[in-house]
Each structure stands twice: as structure tokens, then as C-alpha cells.
């Protein structure tokens, strides 16, 4: 369902400019339509640069996903019977996998409000997961040189953005108690030898309903956000 962002974001002027938007469909959300929505709200704040940025937390049908310049070499089934979707999309990386009880956070803001510097961006978006792990009673990791966080050695979330004129898109995924099968179908983020994890695997039980809050927390708190919840039909 399309997201009527001209009048949600007129009925926010009101608010204060730390005030974003929080989405949190129930069902899954096919990629095409999450990525529309984000592409709907760039352009929205690309013609109201101070508009509220907007935060959607979804969890995807089983699709892989390919960066800008993605090498198709990381792929290792054949493109013509694959299992699932292929999308190559407008983020930097190579390429990852979304499917069912994986945690999927996408923002669309504006750096001006924040820091001009991309690379601060995702040292942000790691420490927000950080922090998520962090309240489980787990210890993240980052490893110097990539961009996504480890666990014990286990790579269990995967970042990838795009910007436009210091506008975000894109984000982070979160594997809590996904099946990790289709990982072994493609080279994760280019990373040979970099085995995958999920979170479920430490704490048995754990579900993405679980994670979810946490997750909010964690991002109001790294970025200074007001939540102003909408519900939102996929």
C-alpha cells in the first residue's frame, strides 16, 4: 500500500526536528515494496530537506539483493533456476541475503541533520547493534577493514547503504533466527572464509518480536529520535 508521505510529513511540521517516523509492518514485506517506500521518502525529503527522516523495521520474503557493482561471481547458483528474487539495488556491497526471522531496519534521513560523513553513518549503524546485542548480554564485534558486525567470529549482521545529496536509503539486517541455508548459495558480502551466524544460535528461543524493540531503542537512542509510530499496510 502506498505511503501518502506529502501529508505525513505536513501534519509533522509541527514536531521537533529530532521527531522520524517508525514503521513496523506486521506481515512480510516484499523488497520491491520496501524499497519503494524508501525511495518515496528521499524524494520527499530531497524537496523538504529538514522533513522527519523515516525508519522502517521489516522482515523480507527470501530474496538476495546486490549492491552497485556487486560482482556476480559471489553468486554461486545459476542465474536462470534460482530459488529466489534478485534484485541489484541502489546500496554499496556485494551481496546479502533477506528471508524470514532476519531483522531489517531502513532509514531514510538527511546527514545534514546529523554529520556530513558517511563513514560515521555506519560506524553508527554498527554501534546500534552493538548496543542490541549488547542488552541480549552478547558482545558484538566489529573487525577493522569491513563494515557489519561478528559474533564470536560469526558474521551475524550486514550493513549496506546508498546515498543521494546526504540523503540515506538502505541499512541493516539483523539474522536472529533465520534459516541460514540460502547463505551458502552466494558469497556473503564478498567475504570468502567469513562463516554467518544468527543470533538464535547463542540464545536459544530468541525471536525477531524480541529483537524488535530493543532494536527501536537502540536507534532512538544513536540518533536522537522522537518516534512518531505509523502503521502501514503491505
Known sequence: MPIDIGKLVKTSSSAKSSSAFLFEPEDLVPFEMAWAWQREWREALL???????????????????????????????DLNQ???????????GEVTHHLPGQLVVYQVLNLHCFRLDLN?????????????????GLRGER??????????????????VGCRRWITQHGLALNVDCDLA???EIVPCGLRG?????????????????????????????????????????
Open 47 to 77: 524537496l523538504e530537506p529538514f522533513s522527519p527522516p523515516a525508519t522502517w523495521l521489516v522482515q523480507h520474503p527470501s530474496c538476495y539483493t546486490l549492491g552497485r557493482g556487486a560482482d556476480e561471481t559471489n553468486l554461486l547458483f
Open 82 to 92: 534460482r530459488n529466489f528474487d534478485l534484485y541489484r539495488i541502489d546500496r554499496g
Open 120 to 136: 560515521w553513518y555506519l560506524r553508527q549503524l554498527e554501534q546500534v547493534l552493538i548496543d542490541v546485542l549488547g542488552a541480549l
Open 143 to 160: 573487525i577493522p577493514g569491513y563494515t557489519g558486525l561478528w559474533l564470536e567470529g560469526r558474521k551475524v549482521a550486514a550493513i549496506g
Open 182 to 184: 540460502g547463505f551458502d
Open 194 to 234: 567469513k562463516p554467518i551466524g544468527r543470533l538464535v544460535d547463542w540464545l536459544p528461543g530468541l525471536t525477531v518480536a524480541d529483537v524488535q524493540p530493543l532494536m527501536i531503542n537502540s536507534l532512538a537512542d544513536r540518533f536522537s529520535f522522537l518516534w512518531i509510530r505509523q502503521k502501514i499496510e503491505s
